[in-house]
């Protein structure tokens, strides 16, 4: 899979409308995805594919919501900017939401992963938002 393929892809693994997705739902699915679909033209050795964990109450475009948001980066040898697949839960921000402090977290290899899992299950983003169902569901690619 190249980059480029890379939002089709994830999209027909999903099997289901992006915006019913769960939070959970979509980190699983994005972090099984970065596990099994290598992506092609990357140099591994220099974080041509990684996963960056983000999350906080940010009001980019309307009114604040709490967002918890997974990233696929490619970084291809030629190429000045990466590729990025994002998945990005809103959702309405209650107190204990407000409360984090907005962060982030780079998983920079598939051997990594088992670490970065358990960083993201154990987050108290994902606990603050893990029962709560998303207000929107955003699927982006970006890229050169």
């Known amino acids: 899979m190249t980059p480029v393929e890379s939002s089709s892809e994830l ?36 974080d041509g594919d ?11 475009s309307g009114p604040p919501t709490f967002q918890i948001n997974l990233t696929r980066q490619f970084i291809l040898p ?7 697949l994002s998945l990005t839960f809103h959702h309405a921000p209650s107190d204990q939401m407000k409360a984090l ?9 598939t051997a990594d992963l088992p670490e970065f899992t358990t960083f993201i299950d154990r987050s108290a983003a994902v606990a603050a ?15 050169c």
Not at 22 to 39: C, E, K, M, S, V
Not at 50 to 60: H, R, T
Not at 78 to 84: G, K, N, R, S, V
């Open 11 to 46: 999209r027909r693994r999903i099997a289901i409308p992006i915006d019913r997705l769960t939070t959970r739902q979509g980190i699983n699915a994005l972090l099984a995805f970065y596990a099994d679909q290598p992506a092609d033209g990357v140099n591994m050795d220099e």
């Open 50 to 60: 990684m996963l960056l964990f983000q999350w906080g109450v940010y009001n980019f």
């Open 78 to 84: 030629d190429e000045d900017e990466p590729y990025q």
């Open 101 to 109: 402090k907005e962060g982030n977290r780079w998983c920079h290899s």
């Open 129 to 143: 938002a893990i029962d709560s169902k998303p207000s929107k569901v955003d699927l982006t690619f970006t890229g």
